[in-house]
């Protein structure tokens, strides 16, 4: 087996783990640990309506009324998306995985995008502090599928790949062989590298998008079953991300109960 024929054929596919360039703007973190388990489902009690949160009867086409425009978004959410149902680990080759995980982010995009016309909304406010919870949760779900897209669910090389790195392992020739271990080691680092990118891309909106919601509703003294599975939320991102990124991720937000500059402290975002 020729070396220059076995690095050619394993280097056509090398970018398969080009890091996607996400709509959303990132907040600067320290970086974190790539091996990151799988995240809990949450509780999935349904939410009571509150007084001004609920579509109007006969209003549900009314596109200036925020509870139906906010119920009309919430029902083109994709299953694969929605937080309220079984989460699935992205799977496949790294192609495939690339794939699922930019059609899903260019989905969650365009839906967060929608609710922000209500969550800047001053009025009604529990109509605003849900559209911002449903942001997160879109973040949330796509953190979520990428916790458990690791080896062996995500497949890191083709079936020919395979067939010329174990040949080279075992071909008797020393040269080969550290060629197959060295290729294999950029591979895995590709697709870590890439997968810390989507990692940190979703984690930077989920956890701002549920620090807003909760200091509108402390500052707002407004309490609902979202409110609260929202603060569940961000005290398993917090003990998960530890709080130097949860600091980073909130820097700039303001606290409506004082018009100033919300600097996080650990427990901050988790009682009422």
């Known amino acids: ?5 076995l690095l050619a054929a394993l280097t ?5 783990c080009a890091t996607p360039t996400p709509s959303e703007p990132r907040v600067a973190a320290p970086a974190a640990t790539t091996n990151t388990p799988a995240d809990p489902a949450p509780e999935t009690t349904p939410a009571a309506e509150a007084p001004d949160a609920a579509c109007p009867p006969g209003k549900a086409e009314d596109e200036n009324e925020p509870a139906c ?3 009309a978004i919430v029902k083109r959410i994709p299953r694969r998306l929605d937080i309220d149902r079984a989460i699935e680990p992205y799977a496949g080759n790294i192609m495939e995985v690339k794939k699922a995980y930019d059609d899903d982010f260019a989905v969650v995009h365009s839906l967060s995008s929608e609710f922000d016309w209500l969550a800047v909304r001053p009025e009604p406010r529990v109509v605003s502090i849900r559209a911002r919870i449903q942001q997160a949760a879109l973040y949330d779900v796509l953190r979520q ?11 890191l090389y083709t079936d020919k790949e395979e067939e010329l790195l174990d040949k080279a392992a075992t071909s008797g020739d020393p040269n080969l062989a550290s060629m197959s271990q060295e290729l294999r080691r950029r591979r895995e680092e590709m697709f870590q590298s890439a997968r ?3 990692l940190q891309a979703t984690e930077a909106a989920l956890v701002r998008h549920y620090a807003d919601a909760l200091l509108r509703a402390r500052a707002w003294s407004i309490q609902t079953p979202e409110i609260d599975r929202a603060r569940a939320r961000i005290r398993h991102w917090s003990e998960l991300l530890g709080d130097a990124k949860i600091k980073a991720y909130t820097e700039g937000l303001v606290d409506p109960a004082n018009g100033k500059p919300f600097v996080y402290t650990p427990g901050a975002l988790e009682t009422p």
């Open 1 to 5: 087996m020729r070396r220059s024929f």
């Open 12 to 16: 056509t596919a090398a970018t398969a």
């Open 69 to 71: 425009v906010y119920a």
């Open 145 to 155: 599928r990428l916790a458990g897209a690791e080896p062996p669910r995500v497949k």
């Open 196 to 198: 810390e990118n989507w």
